[in-house]
């Protein structure tokens, strides 16, 4: 049984990769800060499972804040997943300082508390976004990363090198995973699919950026923390993985799913493209397969229809409206 700290482990992919790590009966310690860049109650939610069960240690507190993360030692600690960021891309170009403060600053001092308590292992949640424009399908990791076209996607390349630093001074193993457009129970909501579900089941317009045919490759959240706790298990020394289903489907497809699972039309409110949008994410998951046996499962009219009956539950529940 190991002790792993997971930070931002109230979030969508955290409070997934929390109820797995608890379900193998490891000791779970979360670090979160229910900060607002969306309602803090909906985190709350994500948890509210979670909190009563005697493996699980919620900690209130910022990853810039030293004295905070150092709560999350006080007990010892094999592995640390670090999954919080300030997120999202065109947000990012609004607030950059922010972002550099929240996403760098942060991860150098978990890492430093990760150095200075001898953890063997620190796994850092990373971005499909570090591959900006790539003309090259499908993204590997051996591809050239260092032209990022949005503040985030520049955070997130940031953290990972810093990341291979540590690696190199301090000789502990650290793992980056670029994460592809994750999405299932519990999403985002300011993500597009969780978005646009709110808007169509409303009657409302949805708005989309382009002409329909910019692709993402959606990831469901199973197989994320199935790759999530592979490299946990498997992965050692620097290692870069991409954790993607492989399957890119453009925009204007993926509304047409979404319609299909919900029962509903979207009506379409057609904008402008959005500086910092990359045009399509592909990932090669090959050396996650050949390294730690990562094959994603689920394909996305499953993971569309699984979303949608959360999706439904949770509105029965809150009441809640676009």
Request: hydrophobic share 40%.
């Amino acid at each position: 049984m190991a002790r792993i700290v997971v930070t931002g482990g109230a979030g969508f992919i955290g409070s997934h990769l929390c109820e797995a790590l608890i379900a193998r009966e490891h000791q779970v310690v979360t670090l979160d800060c229910f900060d607002d860049f969306y309602d803090p109650a909906v985190k709350r939610r994500n948890i509210e499972n979670l909190v009563h069960e005697d493996r699980f240690t919620l900690i209130e507190g910022d990853i810039r804040d030293p004295d905070a993360v150092e709560k999350a030692f006080a007990e010892r600690v094999d592995v640390m997943v670090h999954l919080a960021a300030r997120a999202g891309v065109r947000p990012s170009i609004e607030q950059p300082l922010l972002y550099h403060d929240v996403n760098v600053n942060g991860s150098v001092v978990l890492l430093e508390a990760c150095r200075k308590h001898g953890i063997g292992k620190f796994i850092f949640g990373s971005s499909s976004s570090v591959y900006g424009n790539n003309k090259k399908i499908p993204f590997a990791e051996s591809d050239f990363v260092d032209q990022p076209i949005s503040p985030y996607a520049a955070t997130k390349r940031a953290g990972e090198l810093i990341a291979h630093t540590y690696h190199h001074l301090y000789d502990f193993s650290t793992i980056c995973l670029r994460f592809f457009t994750v999405y299932g129970p519990r999403q985002r909501p300011d993500l597009a699919i969780h978005k646009f579900a709110r808007l169509i089941a409303a009657g409302k317009p949805i708005p989309v950026f382009g002409d329909g045919s910019m692709m993402r490759d959606f990831t469901y959240i199973d197989d994320i923390i199935d790759g999530v706790l592979r490299a946990i298990d498997q992965a050692a020394g620097y290692r870069i993985y991409n954790l993607g289903e492989s399957q890119p489907v453009a925009l204007g497809e993926l509304i047409t799913r979404l319609e299909e699972a919900l029962g509903q039309k979207a009506v379409i409110d057609r904008q402008p493209l959005q500086p910092g949008d990359v045009q399509r994410t592909f990932a090669d998951v090959t050396r996650a397969g050949e390294e730690l046996g990562y094959k994603p499962a689920t394909d996305m009219r499953t993971g569309l229809a699984n979303f949608v009956e959360w999706f439904r539950q949770q509105d029965a529940l809150t009441g809640a409206t676009p």
